[in-house]
C-alpha cells in the first residue's frame, strides 16, 4: 500500500501499544531490558532480530523515529544520534582510514568544516575542500583513492545548490560513496537516495523536531551500508539519542509536511519584501527567480524550505541593531524551529575560524553569495504579515 507524505509522517514506524492500546507511541526510558541467559555480551555477536538488550545498542522508542525518517527518506533503514554532528562524526570515522581520500563541500556546516580543517587530517586522511555546486571541481578533485563524496544542498549558510545526481554518478565513477546532509531540505523537498546519494544526514534539532527542544541527528541508506555503521562505530563511539529526545522528534515529524508548507510560503513573501528594501543588498533563496541556479531548485526541490540569507550595508551594526530592535524574530543561532530565528555571519571571523579556501575561485563564490558578512533567517510559522512589519520596523 503506496501512502502518502503526511500519512507517513503521522503514521509510520508507530503501532499501538499491545497491551494498553495506547494509541501515541510510549517513550521507553529503561537502559537495560529483559533478555534471554545465552544472549552475547559484546556488540560482535549482535542479532538485530533477537529483541532490545542496551539502550545503546537499541531502543524501542528509538527505533520507532528511525523507522519514521526511513519512511519518509525512502531509505531501507536508519541509524539515530544525540546530535547532527554525532552522526556527521560517526559516519566519517566509520567511512575513512589513514590514506584514504575525501571531497568535502567547502562552504558546509560549520562543526564539519572545522571537524575536517584538522581533527580528520591529523588521522592522515587528505581533504579535499571544493565548491560542490560546481561539477568540474569535483571531477577535478577526484583522486584514485577518494573514498567519500559529502555535500551539502542547499549548503549552510550560503544557500548554493549541489546537483546530486550528477555528483553521485561522479562518486561512483571511482567507487566512492555520495553523503548527503539534506537538512536544510528535508525529505519533503529532497530525497537524496532516490538521486544517487549513499548516504543522507540531518540534524534532528531542525526542521525534523521543529520545537527547538530537542536535539538529535540521523543517518540513513542501505541495510547493508548502516547495519556495519550501527554495530561497528555507532554503538562503540556511543553518541546514543535519548529516548525522550527521540519521543518529542517523533512528535514532531508528524506535522513536518505541513509545517514546511507554511515555512516555504512565508519565507517565499519574506524574501519578496527584502529583495524591494532599500537596506538589503542581496537576497538569496532557492525559490526566487533571482537565486543564480532556480532551474535546479526547481527540479531538485519540492519546497524550497524556510532559510533566506540577504546582505545589508554595514552589516555588524545592522546585527547590532536587529538584535537589539526585533519583537517577534529571535537574534538566535539554530534554524528550523516553529519561532522565526535570524543571525549575523561575519565574513572575517569565519575565515579565520571555519572556511579554509584554497582557491580565489572559492573565494569569489562566497564573496558572491556573502559579501562581508550575510543574515541567515529562519523563518518560522508566525503570521507573515508580523515577521514582515518586525523586520520593516527593525531595519
Same mark, same amino acid.
Given at each position: 500500500?503506496?501512502?502518502?507524505?503526511?500519512t507517513?509522517?503521522?503514521?509510520?514506524?508507530?503501532?499501538?501499544?499491545?497491551?494498553?492500546?495506547?494509541?501515541?507511541?510510549?517513550?521507553?526510558?529503561?537502559?537495560?531490558?529483559?533478555?534471554?541467559?545465552n544472549?552475547?555480551?559484546?556488540?560482535?555477536?549482535?542479532?538485530?532480530?533477537?529483541?532490545w538488550?542496551?539502550?545503546?545498542?537499541?531502543?524501542?522508542?528509538?527505533?520507532?523515529?528511525?523507522?519514521?525518517?526511513?519512511?519518509?527518506?525512502?531509505?531501507?533503514?536508519?541509524?539515530?544520534?544525540?546530535?547532527?554532528?554525532?552522526?556527521?562524526?560517526?559516519?566519517?570515522?566509520?567511512?575513512?582510514?589513514?590514506?584514504?581520500?575525501?571531497?568535502?563541500?567547502?562552504?558546509?556546516y560549520?562543526?564539519?568544516?572545522?571537524?575536517?580543517?584538522?581533527?580528520?587530517?591529523?588521522?592522515?586522511?587528505?581533504?579535499?575542500?571544493?565548491?560542490?555546486?560546481?561539477?568540474?571541481?569535483?571531477?577535478?578533485?577526484?583522486?584514485?583513492?577518494?573514498?567519500l563524496?559529502?555535500?551539502?544542498?542547499?549548503?549552510?549558510?550560503?544557500?548554493?545548490?549541489?546537483?546530486?545526481?550528477?555528483?553521485?554518478?561522479?562518486?561512483h565513477?571511482? #567507487?566512492?560513496?555520495?553523503?548527503?546532509?539534506?537538512?536544510?531540505?528535508?525529505?519533503?523537498?529532497?530525497?537524496?537516495?532516490?538521486?544517487?546519494?549513499?548516504?543522507?544526514?540531518?540534524?534532528?534539532?531542525?526542521?525534523?523536531?521543529?520545537?527547538?527542544?530537542?536535539l538529535?541527528?540521523?543517518?540513513?541508506?542501505?541495510?547493508?551500508?548502516l547495519?556495519?555503521?550501527?554495530?561497528?562505530?555507532?554503538?562503540?563511539? #556511543?553518541?546514543?539519542?535519548?529516548?525522550?529526545?527521540?519521543?518529542?522528534?517523533?512528535?514532531?515529524?508528524a506535522?513536518?509536511?505541513?509545517?514546511?508548507?507554511?515555512?516555504?510560503?512565508?519565507a517565499?513573501?519574506?524574501?519578496?519584501?527584502?529583495?524591494?528594501?532599500?537596506?538589503?543588498?542581496?537576497?538569496?533563496?532557492? #525559490?526566487?527567480?533571482?537565486?543564480?541556479?532556480?532551474?535546479?531548485a526547481?527540479?531538485?526541490?519540492?519546497?524550497?524550505?524556510?532559510?533566506?540569507?540577504?546582505?545589508?550595508?554595514?552589516?555588524?551594526?545592522?546585527?547590532?541593531?536587529?538584535?537589539?530592535?526585533?519583537?517577534?524574530?529571535?537574534?538566535?543561532?539554530?534554524?528550523?524551529?516553529?519561532?522565526?530565528?535570524?543571525?549575523?555571519?561575519?565574513?572575517?571571523?569565519?575565515?579565520?575560524?571555519?572556511?579554509?579556501?584554497?582557491?580565489?575561485?572559492?573565494l569569489?563564490?562566497?564573496?558572491?553569495?556573502?559579501?562581508?558578512?550575510?543574515?541567515?533567517?529562519?523563518?518560522?510559522?508566525?503570521?507573515?504579515?508580523?515577521?514582515?512589519?518586525d523586520?520593516?520596523?527593525?531595519?
Open positions: 500500500m503506496s501512502l502518502g507524505e503526511q507517513k509522517a503521522i503514521h509510520a514506524g508507530e503501532f499501538p501499544n499491545p497491551a494498553t492500546g495506547a494509541s501515541a507511541p510510549d517513550i521507553v526510558m529503561s537502559t537495560t531490558f529483559i533478555t534471554r541467559a544472549t552475547a555480551f559484546s556488540v560482535e555477536n549482535m542479532d538485530e532480530g533477537a529483541g538488550i542496551y539502550t545503546r545498542w537499541g531502543n524501542p522508542t528509538i527505533r520507532q523515529l528511525e523507522e519514521k525518517l526511513a519512511a519518509l527518506e525512502e531509505a531501507e533503514t536508519a541509524v539515530a544520534f544525540s546530535s547532527g554532528m554525532g552522526a556527521i562524526s560517526a559516519l566519517l570515522f566509520h567511512l575513512l582510514r589513514a590514506g584514504d581520500h575525501a571531497i568535502v563541500s567547502d562552504v558546509a560549520a562543526a564539519l568544516s572545522e571537524l575536517t580543517n584538522e581533527l580528520i587530517p591529523a588521522l592522515n586522511i587528505e581533504i579535499t575542500k571544493v565548491d560542490t555546486s560546481d561539477t568540474e571541481a569535483v571531477q577535478a578533485a577526484l583522486q584514485a583513492n577518494t573514498r563524496v559529502y555535500i551539502e544542498t542547499p549548503c549552510n549558510p550560503l544557500l548554493r545548490l549541489t546537483d546530486i545526481a550528477a555528483v553521485a554518478e561522479i562518486a565513477s571511482v #567507487g566512492a560513496r555520495l553523503a548527503v546532509d539534506s537538512t536544510f531540505a528535508t525529505p519533503v523537498a529532497t530525497k537524496p537516495l532516490l538521486l544517487g546519494a549513499d548516504f543522507v544526514i540531518h540534524s534532528l534539532t531542525k526542521y525534523a523536531g521543529g520545537h527547538g527542544d530537542a538529535g541527528g540521523i543517518v540513513l541508506g542501505s541495510k547493508a551500508n547495519a556495519s555503521l550501527r554495530k561497528k562505530t555507532a554503538i562503540r563511539l #556511543g553518541g546514543t539519542l535519548s529516548p525522550f529526545n527521540a519521543w518529542l522528534i517523533l512528535r514532531g515529524l506535522t513536518l509536511p505541513l509545517r514546511m508548507r507554511v515555512h516555504q510560503d512565508n517565499l513573501k519574506i524574501a519578496a519584501f527584502l529583495e524591494q528594501h532599500p537596506q538589503v543588498k542581496k537576497v538569496i533563496y532557492p #525559490g526566487l527567480p533571482s537565486h543564480p541556479q532556480y532551474d535546479l526547481r527540479r531538485q526541490m519540492k519546497n524550497f524550505s524556510g532559510i533566506i540569507s540577504f546582505q545589508v550595508e554595514n552589516g555588524k551594526e545592522a546585527a547590532q541593531r536587529l538584535a537589539e530592535k526585533l519583537k517577534i524574530i529571535h537574534y538566535a543561532v539554530s534554524l528550523g524551529h516553529h519561532r522565526s530565528l535570524i543571525f549575523y555571519l561575519n565574513s572575517k571571523e569565519l575565515f579565520e575560524t571555519t572556511f579554509k579556501f584554497s582557491t580565489q575561485k572559492q569569489d563564490s562566497w564573496n558572491t553569495f556573502a559579501g562581508e558578512g550575510i543574515f541567515r533567517l529562519s523563518v518560522g510559522l508566525e503570521n507573515v504579515e508580523d515577521l514582515i512589519a523586520l520593516e520596523q527593525a531595519l
